[in-house]
C-alpha cells in the first residue's frame, strides 16, 4: 500500500494542510472522529448521509429460518454443482438467532475454535466458527444475545456451520421490531466507522433525524413519461422507502427504480456514443459485389457455417454505407472468426481500400500472417490462371524486425502494394503511413487500450489524404461537432485560456500537466524509485493518465480526487520520493527536488492526447532510448506495456468545468447562409473497424461492454469439429495419463502439457513448466522430443520453440497458460493441464481451445489432487474456494459450449473480477447487479436507445429532466467519444 501523499519528509517544517472540516460535524450524535470516518466512506453532508443507502435488509420475509435454509442446502446437494440452486448458495446468505452456547475446542499444536450455537426456535440450530482470536470471541458473545449472521452456510457433518461470517448485534428495540414484521435496513460500515462507534442502529438514527429535511431537496431524474410507463415512485418517495421501508412491495418498486435509473443513464452514455460514431464520421462504402470474396469462396475446402454466412453478411452490409462499421465480432474458439476476417478484407480490397489486422502477440501476428498469406496464395493463383493481373500482397508487421526490413515493407504498404498488413502495436508506429487504409480489423481487442484504437483510427484517416466524402449535413468543426452531438458540453470562459497557479482546491477532479525537476542527476535506481512511488498512489489518491520519470525531470498527467487537492497530491509526490531516494542514498533530508513545480489545467481531449504523446516521445526526444525501444520509467493508462507504452488502467476522465445546468444547455447555432454553405462541406474518412473477441461474454455483459458497438456472434462450430472431450483425473492416476499422451504420439499426434507456474515458487504450492520438464524429459519420456514454452523467455525464443512445434520437431510442449491465445497445432489432440483446480474458467477455456482444430478427436485431461476425487463425487456442500474449483471442473467436463462457460464464471467471480478493472469501463453500481438484472439491463438498454434514436440532443421538452441528471452523471466522458 502506498504512502498518503500528504506526508513530506523533505519539507518537514511546513505546517501540514489539515483535511476540510465536514458539515456533518456538528450534527448531533457525530462529531470530530466519527465524522472523519464518515468523510472517508463518501459522506460529507446531510445530503451524502440521505444517499448513503442501505446494502441489503433483514426482514421476516426474506431470512430464512434455520430450518429453511438446512432444506435448501440438502436440496442442493442432489444438483449439479453448476445448478441456479448451487449458484444462489454462493453468495452471502443472512439468518437471524439467538446466542444458546458459546465454547472453544483445541486443534493443531494448542490452537484453539471457538463455536458460538445458534436457535432461531425453528427446531433447527447452526454453529459459527471462529478459527482464530479465540480470546476475543469468547468475550463478545453472551447468551440470548440476538444476532443477524450473514456469510456463505455450508451443512457438513449434520449440521449448518458460518465459518467468520459477518456479525451484527441486533438491540432489544430492534430485535421487538423485527419480531413485529418491520423491515431492518443494513448498512456498509467501514471498520474506521465501527471504530468510531457507528452501528447500524447510530446509522439509522442519524439517517432518520436528516430525513424529513434532506428529501425535499431531491430533484427527479427521470421523465414523466417513464415513470408512468413503468409505475415507478418518484426520486422522494423511493429514497424514504429504501431507507425505511413501509411493506416488501414499497421496497422492492424503489430498488426496482434505482436499478432502471443507474442502468439508464448508463446505457444512454452507450446510445450517445454509438450515435456519435456513426454521425461524426462517413467511411469509404465497399461496392455491393466482391469478385475476390466469391472466389475465395469457391477456393475453401469447407463451406461456411450458417452463423459465419450471417455474420459476413451484417459485415458487408456495415461496409457498404459511408457509416463507419464499429461492429465486435464475437465466437468461440474454432468457430471461424479469422475466415469471416478475410472475406470482409477482401470485399474491401475490391473497392481499392487496404486493410489492416492488428494482434495483441507477435505470435498471434504470425499465425494470422502466415494463415492469410496461404489463402492470398491459392487466390493468386486463380487470378492468374484467369488472366487477372491483380496479386493480393500480405505484409507482416511486427516489432522484432530487422531495420532494413521494416523500412522495405513501410514503402511497400505506403505505395499501397501491400493489401492486407498484419502486425502488432507496430501497425501504428510514427514510421508506418497507410494508402486508403478503409478497414481496421483488431483481434483480442480487450488486450488494447483506447489510445492504441485511436492511434490506428487516425494513421487510417490520414491515409485518405486530399480524398473526403461530401457531407449531407451541416459539419461544424470537428471539435465543436463533438460538443454539439454530446449535448453541447462547452467549457467556462475562464478555461479558455492557459492558467497558472490555479486555485486546485476548488477545482476537485480537474485534468492537469504537471512537471517538476530534480536537483542533479538521478542514477536508474533512483529512477525507479520514484516512477514506483508515483504509480503506487494511483487511483488511490490521484487518477495517472501518462507519467515518466527522466533523469533530471518528471511530467505526469494526472485528475485529483476530490479529498485531495493538487498542492497536496504534489507534496506527497514530492516529499515521500525525496525521502525513498535519500534512503538509498544513505543521506537525511537532503533536498532532491526543486521548489518550482509547473502545472497547466488540460481543457479537452486535444489537449490531453497532445500531452500523453509529449510524454510518450519525451525519453527518445532526449536520447535515452532508440526506436522502437521500451523505457522502463514510463507509464500510459489503458493498455499493454508495448514498445514505449506502458499502461495498466484507463486514462482518467477529462473533467470539463461547467457553470450552471442552464449554461451547459446551449445549442450550436449557425446563420441560414452559412448552413446552407455547410452543405457542400466534407467529412474527413474514418475506417470501418471491427474488433474481435475469442472470450464469451454473457448476453448482460455484453449489453454493457460493448453496448456502442454492433454485435455479432459466431454461435457455432464447423462441421468437421469434432467435440473435445473432456475428463476430470487425478495425480494419483497420471501414470495412466502418460500411457495415453503416449499412445497418441504414436498415432503421429502432439502433445501439450500446461503448468501454471514457470518456476518452482516456496509462496505458491502448485507445479511449475520449468521443473517438471525436465523431470518429464529424464523420467517420463526420455525417447521422445520435448520442447519448452514460458512467458519469462525472449519474443524469440518463444517464436522458435512454436514454430518448432508447428514443424512437428517436438512430440510434447511443455507450457505455461502463454499458449492461451493464438496457437493453431491441428495435429496436437491432447492437452493435459496440471493443477486445473488453479486455473480460471475463462482460462481452462481458452487452454481446451488450443486443441481440437483438425478432423481427428481431441482430448483435454484437469489433473488435480487426489482429495478433489472425494468432493467431486460428495454432495456436500464445500467451503467456497473449494467449491467453485469443483464448479469450474465439472463445468468443464460437461459442456464445452463457451457462452455457457462464461455464464458460470460470472455467476462464480462476479462482473468485475470476471472482466477485470482495465477492460471494463463499467462504474459500480450501487443497486443494478449486472449478473442477476439481465431484465433490468434489457429494459434500460431499449428505452435510452429509443429516445437518444428519436432526440439525439435531448432537445425536447419531455426529456429535459433527463438531459439535466445525464450532464451532471457523465460531464467528464467527453473525450475520445468517437472511438468505441
Not at 544 to 557: E, K, L, R
Request: aromatic residues 8%; proline residues 4%; charged residues 25%.
Amino acid at each position: 500500500m502506498p504512502e498518503q501523499p500528504i506526508s513530506s519528509a523533505t519539507e518537514a517544517s511546513a505546517s501540514s494542510t489539515a483535511p476540510p472540516v465536514s458539515p456533518i460535524q456538528y450534527m448531533r450524535g457525530i462529531g470530530p472522529r466519527r465524522a472523519e470516518a464518515l468523510a472517508l466512506a463518501g459522506v460529507l453532508t446531510p445530503s451524502d448521509l440521505l444517499r448513503f443507502y442501505p446494502r441489503s435488509y433483514i426482514d421476516r420475509n426474506s431470512v430464512p429460518s434455520l430450518r429453511d435454509l438446512r432444506t435448501a442446502l440438502l436440496n442442493a446437494q442432489q444438483q449439479d454443482a453448476f445448478s441456479e440452486q448451487n449458484m444462489n448458495l454462493q453468495t452471502e446468505i443472512t439468518v437471524v438467532a439467538f446466542v444458546r452456547a458459546v465454547r472453544d475446542r483445541t486443534f493443531g499444536k494448542n490452537r484453539t475454535m471457538v463455536i458460538v450455537e445458534l436457535d432461531d426456535h425453528s427446531g433447527v440450530k447452526a454453529e459459527i466458527v471462529f478459527w482464530h482470536q479465540a480470546e476475543y470471541f469468547k468475550r463478545i458473545f453472551e447468551a440470548d444475545q440476538l444476532l443477524a449472521v450473514s456469510g456463505l452456510a455450508e451443512y457438513a457433518y449434520g449440521k449448518i456451520q458460518f465459518n467468520h461470517p459477518e456479525i451484527e448485534r441486533i438491540d432489544p428495540d430492534d430485535a421487538e421490531s423485527y419480531s413485529n414484521g418491520r423491515i431492518l435496513p443494513k448498512y456498509r460500515l467501514t471498520q474506521k466507522m465501527k471504530d468510531a462507534g457507528l452501528t447500524m442502529r447510530v446509522m439509522r438514527n442519524l439517517i432518520a433525524s436528516v430525513i424529513d429535511q434532506e428529501i425535499p431537496n431531491l430533484r427527479e431524474t427521470l421523465s414523466d413519461e417513464l415513470l408512468t410507463k413503468f409505475d415507478f415512485p418518484h426520486i422522494q418517495a423511493a429514497a424514504r422507502q429504501l431507507h425505511f421501508p413501509d411493506s416488501h412491495e414499497a421496497l422492492a418498486k424503489a430498488r426496482e427504480r434505482m436499478k432502471f435509473e443507474e442502468l439508464f443513464f448508463f446505457e444512454m452514455l452507450l446510445a450517445m456514443r454509438h450515435n456519435g460514431i456513426k454521425s461524426l464520421d462517413k467511411a469509404p462504402a465497399i461496392a455491393e459485389k466482391s469478385p475476390l470474396a466469391r472466389m475465395m469462396l469457391e477456393l475453401l475446402s469447407f463451406d461456411l457455417t450458417r452463423a459465419q454466412k450471417k455474420v459476413l453478411r451484417e459485415i458487408v452490409e456495415d461496409m457498404r454505407t459511408t457509416k463507419p462499421m464499429n461492429r465486435l465480432l464475437q465466437g468461440d474458439v474454432g468457430s471461424g472468426k479469422t475466415v469471416v476476417a478475410l472475406l470482409g478484407m477482401l470485399a474491401a480490397i475490391d473497392s481499392g481500400l487496404q486493410c489492416v489486422l492488428m494482434a495483441p502477440t507477435e505470435i498471434l501476428a504470425e499465425q494470422h500472417f502466415n494463415t492469410f498469406r496461404d489463402y492470398a496464395e491459392k487466390l493468386n493463383a486463380k487470378l492468374a490462371e484467369l488472366g487477372d493481373p491483380r496479386t493480393i500482397t500480405v505484409a507482416q508487421l511486427v516489432g522484432g524486425q530487422k531495420k532494413r526490413q521494416r523500412n522495405t515493407i513501410n514503402e511497400q504498404i505506403a505505395s499501397g502494394e501491400v493489401n492486407i498488413v498484419v502486425g502488432t502495436h507496430a501497425v501504428f508506429q510514427s514510421a508506418v503511413e497507410y494508402k486508403r487504409l478503409g478497414l481496421v480489423v483488431i483481434d483480442e481487442q480487450h488486450r488494447f487500450g483506447v489510445l492504441q484504437r485511436a492511434e490506428l483510427k487516425k494513421k487510417a484517416t490520414a491515409s485518405f489524404a486530399g480524398e473526403s466524402i461530401i457531407s449531407t449535413t451541416p459539419e461544424i468543426e470537428k471539435n465543436t461537432l463533438v460538443a454539439q452531438t454530446f449535448l453541447s458540453v462547452q467549457t467556462t470562459p475562464e478555461l479558455q485560456k492557459t492558467q497558472r497557479n490555479l486555485p486546485h482546491w476548488i477545482k476537485e477532479g480537474s485534468t492537469y500537466f504537471i512537471t517538476f525537476r530534480a536537483i542533479g542527476k538521478l542514477s536508474q535506481e533512483e529512477q525507479a524509485v520514484v516512477f514506483n512511488h508515483i504509480i503506487e498512489g494511483n487511483g488511490t489518491y490521484y487518477s495517472v493518465g501518462a507519467a515518466v520519470v527522466m533523469t533530471d525531470h518528471v511530467h505526469i498527467v494526472l485528475a485529483n480526487h476530490e479529498n485531495y487537492d493538487l498542492s497536496r497530491i504534489m507534496k506527497g509526490i514530492k516529499g515521500v520520493s525525496a525521502r525513498l531516494v535519500n534512503k538509498m542514498r544513505t543521506i537525511t533530508d537532503s533536498p532532491v527536488w526543486q521548489d518550482e513545480s509547473y502545472d497547466r489545467i488540460i481543457r479537452n481531449g486535444r489537449e490531453l492526447q497532445e500531452k500523453i504523446k509529449y510524454i510518450i516521445e519525451n525519453p527518445l526526444k532526449e536520447g535515452l532510448i532508440g526506436g522502437h525501444e521500451m523505457y522502463p520509467y514510463l507509464y500510459v493508462a489503458n493498455g499493454d506495456m508495448q514498445q514505449t507504452t506502458q499502461t495498466r488502467m484507463s486514462v482518467p476522465p477529462l473533467t470539463v468545468e461547467t457553470q450552471t445546468i442552464e449554461t451547459v444547455q446551449t445549442r450550436v447555432s449557425m446563420p441560414q447562409e452559412e448552413k446552407q454553405a455547410a452543405q457542400t462541406e466534407q467529412h474527413e474518412i474514418s475506417p470501418h473497424i471491427m474488433v474481435m473477441s475469442a472470450t464469451p461474454i454473457p448476453r448482460t455483459l455484453s449489453m454493457t461492454v460493448y453496448g456502442d458497438l454492433d454485435v455479432s456472434i459466431i454461435d457455432e462450430l464447423p462441421k468437421n469439429r469434432k467435440p473435445i472431450k473432456t475428463k476430470v483425473v487425478f495425480e494419483s492416476k497420471l501414470p495412466v495419463v502418460f500411457q495415453f499422451i503416449r499412445e497418441q504420439i504414436e498415432k503421429g499426434h502432439q502433445a501439450y502439457i500446461v503448468y501454471p507456474l514457470v518456476e518452482k515458487s516456496e509462496k505458491v504450492e502448485a507445479k511449475s513448466a520449468v521443473e517438471h520438464f525436465e523431470r518429464l524429459q529424464h523420467e517420463v519420456f526420455p525417447d521422445l522430443k520435448m520442447g519448452l514454452l514460458h512467458g519469462q523467455m525472449l519474443w524469440y525464443e518463444k517464436e522458435d520453440a512454436m514454430k518448432a512445434f508447428k514443424n512437428k520437431e517436438f512430440h510434447i510442449l511443455v507450457a505455461t497458460t502463454v499458449v492461451e491465445v493464438g496457437i493453431d497445432i491441428p495435429n496436437a489432440t491432447v492437452m493435459l493441464i496440471e493443477n486445473a483446480d488453479r486455473f480460471g474458467l475463462a482460462q481452462l477455456h481458452q487452454l481446451r481451445g488450443r486443441v481440437g482444430r483438425g478432423a481427428e478427436q481431441s482430448f483435454c485431461l484437469l489433473a488435480t489432487k487426489d482429495h478433489f476425487k472425494f468432493h467431486l463425487g460428495k454432495k456436500e456442500n464445500e467451503a467456497q474456494e473449494r467449491k467453485s474449483c469443483i464448479i469450474r471442473l465439472k463445468t468443464m467436463q460437461e459442456t464445452s459450449d463457451g457462452f455457457k462457460i462464461a455464464e458460470v464464471d460470472l455467476k462464480l467471480r462476479g462482473p468485475g473480477d470476471f472482466l477485470g478493472t482495465r477492460q471494463s469501463g463499467i462504474p459500480e453500481f450501487t443497486f443494478a447487479d449486472l449478473v442477476s438484472d439481465g431484465d433490468v439491463i434489457t429494459l434500460a438498454r431499449r428505452e435510452a436507445f429509443a429516445i437518444v434514436a428519436e432526440d439525439p440532443h435531448l432537445r425536447k421538452p419531455e426529456n429535459a429532466t433527463i438531459r439535466t441528471e445525464f450532464l451532471r452523471q457523465h460531464q467528464k466522458d467527453f473525450t475520445l467519444l468517437d472511438v468505441a
